[in-house]
């Protein structure tokens, strides 16, 4: 069933008021201390993909001259339009457009810089944007990406592999193994950037702990419902399967967490780079 706009306003609102005070605020601070000392001249064209609210933008918008010109984008409209509302009084020209990050309505080689801190998981995700973001980046041109850590939210996969034997799913755990495998470790991200071509110019790894009321305020956290969820949920394919999997996975959660609150551990890789 299709998600109301109602709902996707107030995830939107929620992210604003949630995921921005902490994940944005660690992440878009180390950006913009990796872009901090180089000189995109005076009037550069900037891409900021699955920009969200646009705290990155607001941020960054503070660091560039007047001339430049900023192209935000994100899938969710209802996000650009908080983006608006905060972006309103940037004094640089900011065009909004709902796109998504790996399919981009402009030209080859149009952007000075592109940054994305949100929305790349797995080794899949860094290669298939990454030759978009690529794409209509010039040739001399700075690329900027944040992207997890295998270690991030680890706790959740390992209590998907404890249901899936609990319930005597043995049939499933290939496709979580496939999962997991997909993650990135620290040598990855190295090796997936060279493999696109960049030279690494900046690198800095940030850790920073969740903490969530309760199951259900983990899975439909703004921090994970977006990125995340969809990922642990394509683990199992089968509805019937998927429903007491989870089912089971919430009640652990409540249970072993009751009357506490459930951490979790955030791991980020921020880069900055450039074609080799």
């Not at 978009?132 to 592999?161: A, H, M, Q, Y």
Request: aromatic residues 8%.
């Amino acid at each position: 069933m299709p998600t109301s706009p109602e709902r996707m306003t107030r995830r939107a609102m929620v992210y604003d008021q949630r995921v921005v005070p902490h994940w944005a605020s660690h992440v878009d601070g180390v950006t913009l201390e990796l872009l901090s000392g180089i000189d995109l001249g005076m009037s550069p064209t900037l891409l900021i993909a699955e920009c969200r609210t646009g705290h990155l933008v607001q941020r960054l918008s503070n660091t560039l001259p007047e001339g430049a010109r900023l192209m935000v984008v994100d899938p969710s409209s209802e996000m650009l339009d908080l983006a608006r509302k905060r972006l309103a009084d940037a004094k640089q020209k900011v065009f909004y457009s709902t796109q998504q990050m790996t399919k981009l309505s402009y030209a080859d080689g149009v952007f000075h810089a592109v940054l994305c801190n949100n929305g790349l998981v797995t080794k899949g995700d860094l290669q298939l944007a990454g030759k978009e973001l690529l794409r209509v980046l010039k040739p001399d041109g700075l690329i900027g990406l944040t992207v997890p850590l295998n270690t991030t939210f680890s706790c959740f996969p390992d209590l998907l592999r404890e249901a899936l034997l609990k319930l005597e799913m043995r049939d499933v755990e290939h496709s979580l193994d496939a999962y997991v495998d997909a993650l990135l470790t620290d040598e990855q991200i190295d090796k997936s950037f060279l493999e696109l071509g960049l030279d690494i110019i900046g690198r800095e790894t940030i850790e920073f702990e969740l903490e969530f009321e309760n199951a259900e305020d983990f899975l439909f956290s703004p921090f994970v419902e977006g990125v995340f969820l969809p990922r642990w949920l394509a683990v199992c394919n089968d509805p019937d399967q998927r429903e007491p999997l989870f089912f089971d996975i919430v009640r652990s959660i409540n249970k072993y967490f009751k009357g506490l609150t459930f951490p979790t551990k955030v791991a980020l890789v921020c880069v900055l780079a450039k074609r080799g």
